[in-house]
């Protein structure tokens, strides 16, 4: 199956079920939070009161099916979704309401209808247990608001993984307790590039926000009601610049920094003393309390290691414990929060350049360099996460235009999301088991509001969700059944990507980009992975 159906087309001849006032909806208890979200989802906008009672729709117990699994069938008297767990008759309950008009995605009534699904089976399962997208809230902050809605984007098209990006050179977005000043400084830049970091543009505006604790016990709720998995991350030993304005111990320079107002990578990372070690354990004390998933993202991407290079103490702890270089000390220094973290029942995340100095055990591998990575880290024995930045990075351009708002990057279009397999060529059976799925990503250096993070995610995320879900279908289908859901998008308020083109007001000619080539794309990726070796 796919994750958006079919145009319901109802045949007299096979029947169709018609909901009444009087339609009933009952569920066994274990999928009691199922049936609560289909009756908050729908009564607003049908009108219809769906009491308790039996017949009409059914949530029921079915021994044998898979943990996301379900089995949908209708007729002309009844609706029946069938599932061994609650994510399972969750994710039928999505389907059913994709098969009802598209009006059944408004918030409230639009004029009387007639409420009809037609006479179907539907026996649906997913490709991958991991089906995700990253939301950067550090570059630009998504408010609590904005957040919400897009967990409930995510769990309309099946998705089952928010990455929230929650620290970064460019502001710290996480309230701890222990460290204020982390977002009493941190949380807000001065300025932002306006465009492309190469054109030196700014826009002389303050940026800030982050969410408090409360904030977040609220959002993890929130998505758990969806089956949304929250994973955070808090990237570790580059990408600190926020942290290290707010409390200038945890640098190397010993003298202050702002928060960075560039896009790039900045050489301000965490010095390796042992009190920056114990000040960022402190951290995920706070984040385990706050995240009950299983996964937390410590980051180890993109860490220049030039100011480790110069440190006195950090060569003396090259020296002291025997490493190679820079690229060891780094393993030696993230190996102090996988370990944390496996101590205390968690799966560390991390991102690919950690197979730069050998992967610390343990950890799960994001795999974002393309397929070379993605291959090295399953055949070293470690999970991973696939999510490669020339498929799957949604702030690429999505067509050669100068109309793309903000263009950077080689051109991902809406046929080349739809086609992605995150499994490499090659890989043993044993091998292709180490990938448990992928995600999409949303980074936010150049998608500064919601509006925009919709035109960059929609209809792409769509594709990406199908892809992740069945990996089946030819192109051409999809977008037959995307007319039809592109109404329920608009029903939603989601303001994607016209088919033609953005519209006017989708437009930035103000903050010109920076597009290049797919081929200029895949040298840098030859670049990046050169000295990783199978």
């Not at 009844?78 to 059944?104: M, W």
């Amino acid at each position: 199956m796919t994750t958006i159906p079919a145009p319901a087309r109802l045949d007299p001849a096979q029947g169709c079920f018609t909901f009444t006032d009087a339609t009933p909806l009952t569920a066994e208890p274990a999928l009691a939070r199922a049936a609560a979200w289909l009756r908050e989802s729908i009564v607003p906008a049908t009108g219809l009161p769906l009491p308790e009672g039996p017949g009409g729709v059914e949530l029921r117990v079915a021994e044998g099916l898979g943990p996301e699994e379900y089995r949908l069938t209708t007729t002309g008297e009844s609706v029946l979704i069938e599932a061994a767990t609650p994510a399972g008759a969750f994710y039928g309950a999505q389907t059913l309401r994709q098969l009802l008009d598209p009006a059944a995605f408004r918030a409230g009534r639009t004029g009387n209808r007639t409420w009809s699904v037609p006479a179907v089976t539907i026996s649906d399962a997913p490709r991958y247990a991991w089906r995700g997208c990253l939301i950067d809230v550090a570059r630009h902050f998504l408010p609590k608001h904005d957040l919400l809605r897009y967990i409930d984007l995510l769990a309309a098209h099946k998705l089952n993984v928010l990455h929230l990006h929650l620290t970064d050179d460019q502001g710290w977005r996480l309230e701890i307790r222990k460290y204020p000043k982390l977002t009493e400084v941190g949380s807000w830049r001065r300025e932002s590039p306006l465009g492309a970091r190469r054109h030196r543009r700014f826009d002389g505006r303050p940026h800030g926000g982050h969410y408090s604790q409360d904030d977040i016990r609220e959002i993890v709720s929130y998505a758990a009601d969806r089956f949304v998995t929250i994973v955070p991350e808090i990237d570790l030993p580059g990408h600190t610049q926020a942290a290290i304005a707010a409390y200038p111990e945890l640098g190397n320079l010993g003298t202050p920094l702002d928060v960075r107002t560039e896009w790039g990578i900045s050489e301000n990372v965490l010095n390796v003393a042992d009190a920056t070690i114990a000040f960022f354990t402190d951290v995920l004390e706070e984040v385990l309390e706050l995240f009950p998933g299983r996964y937390v993202c410590v980051g180890g991407d993109e860490v220049p290691k030039t100011q480790w290079n110069e440190s006195v103490p950090a060569k003396e702890r090259i020296r002291e414990l025997g490493l190679r270089d820079a690229d060891e000390l780094q393993t030696w220094f993230m190996r102090h929060f996988t370990d944390f973290l496996l101590a205390r029942g968690r799966r560390p995340l991390g991102w690919d350049e950690l197979l730069e100095g050998g992967l610390p055990p343990g950890i799960t591998v994001a795999s974002w360099r393309g397929t070379t990575c993605t291959a090295l880290a399953a055949r070293s024995g470690h999970d991973v996460i696939v999510s490669p930045f020339a498929e799957t990075y949604l702030d690429f351009r999505q067509a050669v235009s100068e109309q793309e708002p903000v263009p950077i990057g080689s051109v991902t279009s809406l046929s080349a999301v739809h086609a992605f397999d995150p499994i490499p060529a090659g890989l043993t059976e044993a091998e292709r088991s180490r990938i448990l799925g992928a995600q999409a990503a949303l980074w936010t250096e150049h998608i500064d509001s919601p509006r925009l993070l919709d035109y960059m995610a929609f209809p792409r995320l769509a594709a990406f969700a199908e892809a992740v879900w069945s990996g089946e279908g030819d192109f051409e289908d999809f977008l037959a059944r995307l007319a039809v859901h592109e109404k329920r998008l608009d029903a939603l308020g989601v303001e994607y990507r016209p088919a033609a083109g953005p519209h006017p007001w989708q437009q930035r000619p103000d903050a010109p980009g920076h597009p290049r080539t797919r081929a200029e794309i895949d040298g840098q990726l030859a670049t990046w992975t050169a000295n990783l070796r199978f």
